[in-house]
């Protein structure tokens, strides 16, 4: 909200009723359930690697903020929500006729690489190449900046969701013990690290073990947790290098003179601008607050109409988008 800023965050998890399916309950309450849900609740996660894999889900929660934000208020609201580079044009079709169907008077998509860049605080209406990496929950998408617009933008589906995956993989393979995603990601957040770590940290954690399925308490180090997220790591730098590799070669030397930025809750990673630095040979900056630069970015495209308009992000109504199918068809 204009003057108070980000005035609600919830994660993208809802409970549902174990047999007809209905939705019971939605957010942090919810993600904080995962493994602990009782039999007649089944917690989902809607979109995984950023693909929506539920879109009756998605069109509960949108419904469901949209009357928590809007109140009893008979106006329906402008809505814009940010997707990864890699969309597709189908894909947009769908989302923009979910926020409508939920409530919203219009709707516009924005790709999260501008929405990032513009919450980290660059200026993107300067004439030189500027990288930003946002690396999220599910994907990690890449963009060149210049001139106000995207040059280059790719997403590849490897981030933070990623990481914990492998850390629950390492740990059933190596050390016989089952964590859940909770413990996962804050094994992650306490002691994770994209370089080895001096002097080496761990923590205790409880799961269960593989062969017997009885309670166990384990030690797990930073070494430990580094070697189980070396690969995902390398596939963060691959996308990267990728996107270097089709930059054209002037741009290319402005991102040597300014580096990149790095936004999402991924750039938290300890150590990860170092690694990022040493396999690049560029200067890595992480943007202050990057957990919230997508959805701050989203709050300045609300109020300059001239970024939406150079990076194609028009605000759809319904009848916009029946139009865009029928063409489409024809």
């Known amino acids: 909200m204009k003057g108070r800023g980000i005035v609600r965050q919830e994660a993208c998890a809802a409970a ?14 919810v993600h904080r359930m995962v493994g602990r849900n009782p039999e007649n609740l089944r917690v989902v996660h ?3 690697d950023g693909v929506i894999s539920d879109f009756t889900v998605i069109h509960a929660m949108i419904a469901y903020y949209i009357g928590k934000l809007c109140g009893r208020r008979v106006f ?21 006729e979910l926020a409508i169907a939920a409530g919203a008077s219009r709707a516009c998509l924005v790709e999260e690489p501008l929405a990032a860049a513009l919450g980290a605080g660059l200026d993107l209406t300067d004439p030189g190449g500027q990288l930003v990496v946002d ?19 790719r997403s590849a589906r490897v981030a933070g969701n990623a990481l914990e995956d492998a850390v629950v993989r390492y740990l059933r393979r190596e050390r016989n013990v089952i964590v859940g995603q909770l413990t996962a990601e804050r ?9 080895l770590r001096s002097p080496e940290l761990a923590i205790y954690v409880r799961g269960q073990d593989y062969t017997s399925r009885m309670p166990v308490k384990a030690e797990v180090s930073s070494t430990e947790v580094y070697l189980a997220m070396r690969e995902p790591l390398r596939g963060i730098t691959e996308a990267i290098r990728g996107v270097l590799e089709e930059t054209p070669p002037e741009m290319a030397g402005d991102i040597f003179d300014r580096g990149m930025v790095l936004t999402g809750g991924g750039a938290l990673l ?8 040493a396999e690049t040979g ?32 028009m605000f759809r109504t319904d009848d916009d988008i029946g139009e865009f199918e029928r063409n489409r068809n024809l």
Do not use: H
Request: proline fraction near 4%; glycine fraction near 10%.
């Open 46 to 48: 809607p979109i995984r």
């Open 187 to 195: 094994i992650k957040m306490r002691i994770g690290c994209a370089r």
């Open 282 to 313: 560029l200067d890595v900056r992480v943007a202050e607050n990057p957990a919230r630069c997508v959805a701050q970015g989203l709050g300045f495209m609300l109020e300059d109409n001239e970024i939406l308009r150079d990076n194609n992000c």
């Open 16 to 29: 549902l009723d174990a047999k007809t399916g209905e939705v019971r309950a939605l957010g942090n309450a």
């Open 135 to 153: 690396i999220g929950g599910g994907t990690t998408d890449v963009a060149v900046f210049t001139m106000g617009a995207m040059a280059i933008a």
């Open 76 to 96: 329906k609201p402008t809505v814009m929500i940010c997707m990864p580079a890699s969309v597709t044009g189908l894909e947009r079709s769908a989302i923009l």
């Open 270 to 277: 300890r150590d990860i601008d170092l690694m990022l630095r």
